[in-house]
């Protein structure tokens, strides 16, 4: 029989090796593609490079836009895009860095975001800087809220206490210092030990405003800020008369009753009496605009308190907040009249925290959560103000008669008014830079400084930060003065609310009659340089 | 029954040398491409990995302000004036350093955990504290972090500031060295 070759195995080799020629032929390409690296690499750096300079150039483009502040009216953010400087298109931004929303026309401060894209290498720059307003010869911030740390009679920084910047707050990347002192401007009756901590700080005294940008810096080096006339301190508001208004509210006989506050509380509240937050209790204030206590208040150990809409609490006797937490939740205000000695223990008080973990930072480090603004404190005469025990406190407490002690690894993260102010070891104050609404004592362009550098002569007529002073200063400097908004019960409250309606009016109208001033905006920005985000084909 | 042919010895031995050729050809590229690897990080233009390096400096410390002190292979820089004084903190510091041993260059700077944990770390100096020495202490207390600005160089110089001219990093590989400019073109000094 004859046999036949098995023709299915031949030809195997020349598949193999023209699968190895293939084989070969890739990695040979594949090499010859790499060899280019250096000149690739080259080419990035030059588009680098060329989008730096274009993005530099674009920031000083968007400076000047915002030189005009109606550029950020009904804006959306956006200065310019697609724009288009040599081979390089850029697009500029400008964000409110109080709100991280896109700056409009009350924005105080904004960063400045240049996307700068040349042949897909892109380059961002920022800048951050304080809008100045037009109108700022006619408008002044009374309630000395510039100020980190403020004395009318004597401050003293003990042991290892430390004052600094909240690194959390949106406007700390200014990097303006953090300013303490006595309200007089001297160094009589300031003491700070050796070995606390003012890194970034600048001490108050009198003196000539600096002329410029480099006396600025003299005086910042010499850790000093100079103010040519002595601070008026405004005393706290007082609240009304406490009466028991209409059978609507709850009342109670003159005895020496103990309200005990717990659930939601969602209307305005007088009580005669004491009142208490019972230990490990909750309560929720919704939509209570007051509540008035003719006595003291405890809030006791464990207790939670929800603050969820402005609210205004009056305390005629003393407070007492023991190892709890009060939390300010997003889109509410807490104000706290205080008449007596305010006592806070182991507790936390300010925004809602948003990391529930957080239980009392003192270390700088804790979540900005609404920062300072949402909280406040006025204690009304000489009365003693202590926060202990490990507290945070994130707001603003304000006693201009009064004697306040943070001790104990306790924080206070916003800023500190008071006749005597103790930061004793342990304890910190971190400013939170958003409360510089940079129309107060320490701008002397604002409305506070006549045009020859003195303090306004009406401002000297008045001594109270309550509506009526603040319209009596209004009317007689053609100056709008910022409100501190104090809802009170009682017959009282819609005169006020009058009162501050119809001043917001005037501001308003102020603004309008300034429209024509608004090409003197002056802006101060700084430089944050460059994030690099170019490919390194390395 | 069908009788199976096998394949000739003659096809046998050139399929095998082929193979073998392709084989050790695929070996040498394989080769080449892992000496390619490393060699381009050594003989790549020096002038490039200097560039390189000023560019990652730049994303590190956008705010470089001046050059404070330098040596051989350390160089103190102030990053920034985050603390506003317009003097030197020691949260402000950074040095670039050439580490021989591994070829690198390096950006050391103080680890903010450890200033955030101990609040008298941070220290304002003169202008005309040694810096260098100052690198040295933090070394010793263990609270430098490292961030790597360029790999791979037989050998980097740092070339003080002389009659204006600006601190120069002298870059070398095997083949070439190339210098750049390490101060920012408008330097700040600090005041005090």
Redesign the interface.
């Known amino acids: 029989?004859r046999?036949?070759?098995?023709h299915s195995?031949r030809g195997?080799?020349v598949l193999?090796?023209l699968a190895?020629?293939a084989?070969?032929t890739l990695?040979?390409l594949s090499?010859a593609a790499?060899r280019d690296?250096?000149l690739a690499?080259?080419g990035n750096?030059a588009k680098?490079a060329a989008a730096r300079a274009a993005a530099s150039g674009a920031v000083e483009i968007a400076i000047e836009m915002l030189n005009d502040p109606s550029t950020l009216e009904d804006s959306t953010g956006v200065l310019f895009e697609s724009f288009q400087i040599g081979d390089t298109t850029v697009r500029a931004t400008a964000l409110d860095l109080a709100t991280g929303l896109p700056a409009g026309a009350d924005a105080r401060a904004v960063e400045i975001a240049v996307e700068a894209n040349c042949g897909g290498i892109a380059q961002t720059t920022r800048a951050v800087g304080r809008v100045t307003s037009p109108n700022i010869a006619h408008e002044a911030d009374l309630d000395c809220s510039e100020f980190a740390l403020l004395a009318t009679e004597t401050l003293s920084i003990e042991g290892?206490a430390?004052v600094g910047i909240w690194k959390r707050s949106p406007l700390a990347v200014l990097?303006?210092?953090v300013s303490f002192g006595l309200a007089s401007g001297t160094r009589t009756g300031l003491s700070i030990d050796s070995?606390a901590?003012t890194?970034?700080c600048v001490m108050l005294l009198n003196g000539a405003f600096a002329g410029d940008d480099d006396d600025a810096?003299?005086d910042?080096?010499?850790?000093v800020f100079l103010l040519p006339a002595e601070i008026q301190v405004l005393r706290a508001p007082l609240p009304p008369p406490h009466e028991i208004a209409g059978k609507s509210e709850r009342e109670a006989d003159d005895s020496d009753d103990v309200f005990q506050l717990e659930g939601i509380l969602a209307r305005d509240i007088t009580l005669h009496g004491d009142a208490r937050v019972p230990a490990r209790s909750s309560i929720a204030m919704r939509g209570t605009q007051a509540l008035d206590i003719s006595g003291n208040l405890h809030v006791e150990r464990g207790a939670s308190v929800r603050v969820e809409s402005p609210t205004t609490i009056i305390v005629r006797g003393n407070l007492v907040i023991d190892a709890c937490a009060i939390e300010v939740f997003p889109g509410a205000t807490l104000s706290m009249v205080v008449l007596g000695d305010t006592t806070v223990d182991a507790s936390y008080l300010g925004g809602e925290r948003s990391d529930a973990a957080e239980d009392r930072d003192a270390?700088?480090?804790a979540a900005y959560d609404g920062g300072a603004t949402r909280l406040s404190i006025f204690v009304c005469g000489d009365k003693r103000v202590a926060v202990s025990e490990g507290s945070v406190f994130k707001g603003e407490l304000y006693a201009p008669e009064g004697r306040i002690e943070i001790e104990s690894r306790s924080a206070v993260y916003g800023r500190i008014l008071g006749a005597e102010i103790r930061l004793k070891a342990g304890a910190?104050l971190f400013y939170d830079p958003t409360l510089d609404t940079a129309r107060g004592w320490k701008n002397a362009e604002s409305g506070i400084w006549t045009a020859g550098g003195t303090v306004q002569p009406a401002l000297r007529q008045i001594s109270t930060l309550d509506a009526e002073s603040l319209a009596t200063f209004a009317e007689a400097s053609d100056v709008t003065p910022e409100f501190v908004p104090i809802l009170t019960v009682g017959k009282e409250k819609s005169h006020r609310r009058d009162r501050l309606r119809a001043l917001a009016e005037r501001a308003r109208s102020l603004l309008a009659a300034q429209a024509q001033l608004r090409s003197n905006g002056v802006l101060r920005f700084y430089?944050?340089?460059?994030?690099?985000m170019?490919r390194?084909n390395? | 029954m069908t009788r199976r042919r096998g394949f000739t010895l003659l096809e046998v031995v050139v399929a095998s040398a082929l193979l073998g050729v392709v084989g050790l050809a695929t070996l040498a590229f394989l080769s080449a491409f892992a000496q390619g690897a490393a060699a381009r990080s050594r003989i790549s233009d020096p002038a490039l990995e200097g560039t390189l390096a000023l560019e990652r400096l730049r994303a590190l410390a956008p705010q470089l302000r001046c050059t404070l002190g330098t040596r051989d292979d350390l160089a103190a820089l102030w990053l920034s004036d985050n603390v506003p004084s317009r003097s030197v903190h020691l949260s402000e510091l950074g040095w670039v350093r050439f580490d021989s041993e591994a070829g690198d260059v390096l950006l050391e700077r103080i680890d903010p955990v450890a200033l955030a944990t101990d609040r008298e770390l941070e220290t304002a100096f003169a202008r005309d504290e040694d810096f260098l020495a100052v690198r040295d202490d933090a070394l010793r207390a263990g609270i430098l972090t490292s961030a790597i600005l360029a790999e791979g160089l037989s050998g980097v110089a740092i070339i003080a500031a002389k009659g204006g001219a600006p601190v120069e990093l002298q870059f070398e590989t095997e083949s070439a060295s190339a210098r750049i400019a390490l101060s920012p073109v408008a330097p700040e000094e600090p005041l005090r």
């Open positions: 029989m046999s036949f070759p098995n195995l195997s080799a193999l090796a190895a020629v084989i070969a990695l040979g090499l790499s690296t250096n690499t080259s750096l680098a290892d430390l990097a303006e210092p070995r901590s890194h970034g810096d003299d910042l080096s010499e850790k270390s700088g480090g910190a430089s944050l340089g460059f994030d690099t170019q390194e390395d």
